[in-house]
């Protein structure tokens, strides 16, 4: 069926280096893709996102990658941070319907 | 931050009680959702609504209901708890924005069923 997964449940960064999350999928009808940060006690909190038609897209110290021949999605966050501690998501998406598909969390542990 | 309320924030209750756990936005939103989530792992759509007087059952079933009577208001209801129900409940909303589909969240209610 269709799945969204990433390979690494747990990632250790040191402070000031640069964090890469990874996520794969399985359906290539979706038509957009999404990454949630979920701290510890909240809720999923939107980053950023990426149109099926793009291959990069970049925020505030935040860049999505999106590799539609292997299916594959990453998370870039540069001079990863203290407050960048927390469990993320990948989920896809399709304009015909409002649901999302989720994939199972990466949590990101920063090293001071 | 997203104007999502969820309460109780913690729930321990027994077997067999009944019990519902309540969900306000107050962001106008038509959509509102209802998934389960184990810590750390993924989301598991449980019911979602179009809007006020529609509801629809998600991929998990969860022996749980919902109603939505009012647009901003989205309960859901475990009329016998058991202990295979432990576990975090979050509510979201969502609207299109952009090129995309937003959904917010709220911060969740985490129940334990002894």
């Known amino acids: 069926g269709e799945s969204v997964g990433l390979h690494l449940p747990t990632l250790s960064v040191q402070e000031g280096d640069n964090s890469i999350i990874n996520c794969a999928y399985s359906?290539?009808?979706?038509?957009?893709f999404i990454w949630y940060k979920q701290e510890s006690g909240k809720g999923p909190q939107f980053i950023i996102d990426?149109?099926?038609n793009m291959d990069k897209r970049q925020g505030q110290r935040v860049t999505v990658l999106l590799n539609k021949t292997v299916k594959h999605l990453s998370l870039q966050i540069a001079a990863t941070q203290p407050g960048d501690s927390a469990v993320y998501f990948c989920?896809?998406?399709?304009?015909?319907?409002?649901?999302?598909?989720w994939g199972a969390g990466t949590k990101l542990i920063i090293k001071p | 931050e997203a104007d999502i309320y969820q309460t109780p924030r913690y729930l321990v209750i027994g077997t067999g009680k009944k019990i519902t756990l309540e969900c306000s936005q107050t962001?106008?939103?038509?959509?509102m959702y209802w998934y389960q989530q184990d810590p750390g792992m993924e989301l598991h759509l449980i019911h979602y609504?179009?809007?006020?007087?529609?509801?629809e059952k998600g991929d998990l079933s969860s022996e749980s209901t919902v109603s939505r009577i009012r647009t901003e208001h989205f309960p859901l209801t475990l009329e016998s708890a058991r202990p295979s129900h432990t576990s975090q409940y979050l509510c979201?909303?969502?609207?299109?924005?952009?090129?995309?589909?937003?959904?917010?969240f709220g911060p969740g209610t985490r129940l334990l069923v002894l």
């Open positions: 979201a909303s969502s609207d299109f924005m952009g090129s995309r589909e937003t959904q917010y």
């Open positions: 359906n290539s009808a979706s038509d957009y």
């Open positions: 609504s179009y809007g006020v007087n529609s509801t």
């Open positions: 990426i149109r099926s």
């Open positions: 962001m106008g939103h038509d959509k």
């Open positions: 989920a896809e998406g399709r304009d015909s319907n409002y649901q999302l598909i």
